[in-house]
């Protein structure tokens, strides 16, 4: 089993920055891939950004490209989602996902079907 636990959220303005960080306590190892996905209201859950644990490689989606950064602390076994440039339609809850890197082949790291461990999630809003 593997535990997450997300936190960094709140209200900030258009153009502020925000950092989230997901917390991970169990069987995690080099063979995991943590992704964030969000759901803003009246919307479906959306991927934002994934990170492998072997290497770091990473993945964005296209809205957060050059906007979010995702990375990874060995020593506190935390993975953090810097927000930069925040903007209204970035509000939502952010959650945290977490899953061994052969459990996301099939669907991708993109698909939060590739995912069966996942955070409470944490409140991000951003007013204009």
């Known amino acids: 089993q593997v535990q997450l636990v997300e936190s960094g959220g709140g209200l900030v303005q258009a153009g502020d920055s925000l950092r989230l960080s997901c917390a991970a306590s169990?069987?995690?190892?080099?063979?995991?891939?943590m992704g964030w996905f969000r759901q803003g209201p009246g919307k479906e859950r959306e991927f934002v950004a994934a990170?492998?644990?072997?290497?770091?490689?990473?993945n964005y989606a296209e809205s957060v490209k050059g906007r979010f950064t995702i990375s990874r602390d060995n020593a506190k076994n935390t993975v953090y989602l810097q927000m930069n440039s925040l903007k209204p339609e970035d509000t939502a809850v952010y959650s945290c996902?977490?899953?061994?890197?052969?459990?996301?082949?099939?669907?991708?790291?993109?698909?939060?079907?590739?995912?069966?461990?996942w955070g409470q999630g944490t409140q991000v809003t951003v007013s204009s």
């Open positions: 990170i492998r644990w072997r290497d770091s490689s990473t």
């Open positions: 169990g069987r995690t190892d080099n063979n995991y891939v």
């Open positions: 996902s977490a899953d061994r890197f052969i459990a996301t082949v099939r669907e991708g790291v993109n698909s939060h079907k590739s995912y069966a461990y």
